[in-house]
């Protein structure tokens, strides 16, 4: 394993888990990797059960599908499954925006453009998952601030998946990490105006935008 534990830190079972997710979203263990409870437990020095509930927990994100006398190895990324995810981040996260227009103070436009800086250093240094957890902070900022709980928790049960999904169509349909960056300073520009319209506007073409580069004509809403 590339992660390493401390008995200091929050419970073996967590450690296991975040570790194991970010090595499926970096793309470190592939679609179709076989994971073995044993095998993990004695690479990390640690009993089974931490290990076992950790996989349970990938498994029910679907991120590791469990095979009969096989162990559990990592989903594969579908085709189907992707768009089925962006249709539905296309319906939450427009209704996260649209309820977050009138909480946007200075403070706030403050932290967004913070992000933004750190995504356009993150792209001259070519650092991609650094690059992704920024727009992922991006785009969750609006989640955190329209003050509704369940589209939270919603955006945060599919993020993990739209993660593994960006550190693969990052680098395959943008010719560089920034233009994909400074794509959101007229999202940004926009929300401080309060135009409900053309913030609208700008964050469907925003969000269609990866689909458009793989050949997808999705209509707009």
């Known amino acids: 394993m590339s992660f390493r534990l401390d008995e200091r830190g929050t419970s073996l079972s967590e450690q296991v888990y975040l570790g194991l997710r970010e090595a499926i979203v970096r793309g470190e ?4 990797y076989r994971l073995l409870v044993l095998e993990i437990a004695n690479a990390l020095g640690i009993s089974q059960a931490p290990v076992r509930e950790a ?29 089925e995810l962006y249709d539905l981040r296309e319906l939450i996260e427009w209704d996260a925006v649209r309820k977050s227009i009138p909480r946007l103070d200075e403070e706030d436009f403050r932290k967004l453009s913070d992000i933004y800086e750190g995504m356009v250093r993150a792209a001259r240094e070519d650092d991609l998952f650094g690059f992704i957890d920024l727009d992922m902070a991006f785009h969750g900022y609006f989640f955190e601030k329209s003050g509704n709980r369940t ?14 999904f960006l550190a693969i169509t990052n680098k395959l349909y943008f010719p560089d990490l920034m233009s994909i960056a400074v794509g959101h300073t007229p999202l940004i520009e926009a929300l401080k105006t309060g135009d409900e319209d053309e913030i609208k506007r700008l964050y469907v073409l925003h969000m269609k935008e990866v689909w458009w580069r793989m050949g997808r004509n999705k209509q707009m809403s």
């Open 29 to 32: 263990l592939s679609p179709g």
């Open 55 to 83: 996989m349970e927990r990938l498994k029910q994100e679907g991120l590791l599908v469990g095979k009969a006398n096989k162990g559990s190895i990592v989903a594969e990324i579908k085709q189907e499954e992707i768009e």
């Open 151 to 164: 589209i939270l928790q919603i955006w945060r049960q599919i993020a993990v998946k739209l993660k593994r």
